[in-house]
């Protein structure tokens, strides 16, 4: 179902008192940020793992037609790599409308690979959001994702993503690549064109 999270997000107002915040970033802010930033910097944060268990009506899918995308779960221990951007307070605005489709800010201590910590947001879809799809067996996630477009573009174009930054940061995301390799084994076995993607 198509949820509006924004007006939600624009009352949580944190970190007024600073000129800049960090936001981290683990799916769509990761691999293609679009925003401004004074910085970036991959970070990692603790007690939340990536999955791909969120619906996307607006940007890899449609209302008739949802695709697939990364949210975080709840997971004690477990660590998330992303990328970290310190950003002015304006930057907000837009990544609120840009995340409505279910996510909430959080807040969120996050580490960077020279030992130092800061405290940000994060923007987390988390269960009880009326577009979360959850679990679902791993070749019915990648079949999914394979056949979902969206007005930012094919799904696909979403996992590879993700998966080529993770790459390049040197991180293992065995949810991640497992999906990424179901996904293109699927495509190969040519179940589908990319006609009938594009449709
Ligand atoms: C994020 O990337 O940090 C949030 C989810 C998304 O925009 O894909």
């Known amino acids: ?3 509006d999270t924004s007006a939600v997000n624009r009352g949580r107002a944190v970190f007024a008192d600073r000129d800049s915040l960090w936001l981290f970033g683990y799916g769509s802010l990761l691999y293609k940020a679009g925003f401004p930033y004074l910085e970036a910097r991959p970070a990692t944060i603790t007690g939340w793992t990536r999955r791909f ?9 449609t209302p008739e037609a949802p695709g697939r995308v990364a ?3 709840e997971d004690a221990g477990a660590r998330c790599a992303g990328m970290a951007y310190r950003i002015t ?3 907000l605005e837009p990544l609120d409308i ?17 030992g130092t910590m800061e405290q940000g947001l994060v923007y987390i879809a988390t269960e009880s959001n009326a577009a979360f799809l959850g679990a ?6 990648a079949a999914h ?9 094919p799904n696909r174009e979403y996992l590879l993503g993700v998966a080529a930054v993770l790459r390049e940061l040197g991180v293992d995301d065995p949810h991640v690549f497992a ?3 179901a996904m293109l084994a699927w495509e190969a076995d040519g179940v589908t064109g990319a006609g009938e993607r594009a449709g």
């Open 1 to 3: 179902m198509v949820v």
């Open 53 to 61: 268990w969120q619906g996307s009506h607006d940007h890899r899918g």
């Open 71 to 73: 949210t975080l779960v």
């Open 89 to 91: 307070h304006e930057v």
């Open 98 to 114: 840009r995340e409505k489709n279910g996510y909430l800010r959080f807040t969120t201590p996050m580490d960077f690979h020279d």
């Open 136 to 141: 679902a067996p791993l070749g019915d996630m």
């Open 145 to 153: 994702i394979a056949r979902s477009i969206g007005p930012s573009g």
């Open 179 to 181: 999906l990424e390799d």
